[in-house]
């Protein structure tokens, strides 16, 4: 069984609920603030962990409460934390988030994950069978040195390019398999998509988009389910009905249950169904690092 090492950001989520999403220039009163331990990496790494997957964390945590608490939490999931180094040069990361009929805005502050280095990632015990995982919240030469070294030891790499900017060929030709959701692939093929849009054009668009035929692209469509492109296989998991109420980590349970499966040597249309399954169950919870499943809990809705 190989391990999963995510290369990624530590947040605290900082939630914020009301009834619906202010305007702009607007106020309008909230429920309650909560805190939550979040960061793409972070949630990431907690759903593989609790999956069953040997994982293994590697980030940036400043030197304050917040930097305290999540590593009290991450330990407390099992993630190995030997490479995420703590620093006094930013505070830890943060996410102001807001959640209304169970949709969210974020905003996010970097912090430390901006001082994530190719030097954090150089000594990264990977091998063959790991599956190594990033995300666009920590910094792009960053993750390009993680995967480097990640094909080296020949180990799978799997990007989750969100949130969603630009970034040139070099990093995509070390990506071998692609999660995103269907906005991030219009963002990044330079079309519009929508929720109307047929498998077929999706297909199309996610197929122009890879750099080589060998490159598995997963596109998430929440409670439409997911589409893959593998080769020249195309792969459909049909969506679950379920009633949402914080979809924060439900991209990122998904990514984490994917890289869980794949190196467990699950084979891929399994896999995704698992990580479908698993992100529809995260999707029914609050928070994001705390909403994730066992895999008790995802083998009991397949």
Known sequence: MGRVFVAGSINMDVVATADRHPRVGETVAGRQVLYFPGGKGANQAVAASRLGARTTLIGRLGKDSFGAELRAFLGDQG???????????AHTGTAIITVAEADNTIVVIPGTNALV????VSVVPLLKGDVAVSQFEIPLPTIA???????????T??????????????????????VLNETEL???????????D?????????????????QTICVTLGKRGVLALAGLEEIVVSGRVVKAVD????????VGALAAQLADGIE??????????????????????????TAAEVTAVL
């Open 198 to 214: 047929e498998a077929a054009r999706m297909m199309d668009v996610a197929r122009r988009l890879r750099a080589r035929e060998d």
């Open 117 to 120: 280095s190719a030097d954090d």
């Open 145 to 155: 040195a993680f995967f480097r070294r990640a094909r080296s030891a020949q180990a």
């Open 79 to 89: 993630i190995d934390l030997g490479y995420v180094q703590e620093t006094a040069e």
């Open 247 to 254: 979809t924060t980590g439900a991209g990122d349970c998904f």
């Open 268 to 293: 891929l249309h399994a896999a995704l169904a698992f990580a479908n399954a698993a992100a529809s169950i995260s999707v029914q919870r609050m928070g994001a690092g705390p909403s994730m499943p």
């Open 157 to 178: 790499t799997l990007l989750n390019p969100a949130p969603a900017q630009t970034f040139g060929r070099e990093l995509l030709d070390l990506v071998d398999i692609l």
């Open 186 to 196: 219009g963002f990044l093929a330079g079309v519009e998509l929508s929720e109307g």
